[in-house]
């Protein structure tokens, strides 16, 4: 069965660095997302790509953070300055059309020390 | 407000036991999904649904639109059932992007 991978699984930065978290959606999937659940929280949406441009984003989507979809297959998300409250569990989900269920990659964590 | 919120937050059961979490939402939607999460921290989607019942082996979800309710339940329970479910809705305007209820964490027990 198709299925979202994420990578890294788990990522060790420092506060300031740039990270880059990769997802790789179902093939012929068409809407992207990312959402973020920091530990022992709900899960949150951050942004959703469509027709690769961004569709919406949500507050904590600021200056810091952006989106790529650079070949076709990855789908990235690039946060510029990590800083200390970004350390979180992050999950890419993809889905085929607006009436389908959304699958979820495994996630990354991204501790920010 | 929250604009998901589920109950109970925490659940103790018995193996066997009939399993049900509550959702309630305020917000205009086109599906209501159920996730479940497991500790490892992976999310897996259970149900899609917009209306009525769907079953799916030991679990039914139920929607009604217009009380903006919905339930899921877990027939027979066992402990690999325990895990963090998840009551999350799509909006009916814009992306379909999820706003995520808190989650009910299940614990069954032998």
């Known amino acids: 069965e198709p299925e979202v991978t994420q990578t890294p699984s788990h990522q060790v930065t420092q506060m300031g660095q740039e990270v880059i978290l990769r997802c790789v959606p179902i093939s012929n999937h068409l809407y992207f997302y990312w959402y973020r659940q920091i530990l022992g929280q709900k899960v949150e949406f951050l942004v959703s790509f469509y027709n690769n441009e961004i569709s919406e984003k949500s507050e904590i989507f600021d200056d810091q953070f952006s989106v790529e979809r650079p070949d076709g297959s990855n789908f990235t998300l690039k946060i510029r300055s990590t800083k200390l409250e970004d350390s979180a569990m992050y999950f890419c989900a993809s889905i085929r059309d607006s009436n389908y269920e959304q699958y979820f990659g495994p996630g990354t964590r991204l501790t920010v020390t | 407000k929250n604009e998901v919120e589920q109950s109970p937050q925490n659940l103790t059961a018995q193996e066997g036991e009939f399993i049900t979490i509550n959702c309630s939402y305020s917000?205009?939607?086109?599906?209501l999904h159920w996730l479940q999460q497991h500790p490892g921290g992976g999310i897996v989607s259970l149900f899609m649904l917009s209306s009525g019942k769907k079953k799916h082996g030991r679990l039914i979800a139920t929607i009604n639109i217009q009380e903006k309710h919905s339930s899921l339940h877990i027939t027979a329970s066992h402990p690999r059932d325990s895990a963090v479910y998840i009551c999350?809705?799509?909006?009916?305007?814009?992306?379909?992007?999820?706003?995520f209820g808190q989650g009910t964490r299940l614990t069954i027990n032998p």
């Open positions: 917000v205009g939607i086109s599906a």
């Open positions: 999350a809705v799509a909006s009916n305007q814009g992306a379909q992007k999820l706003v």
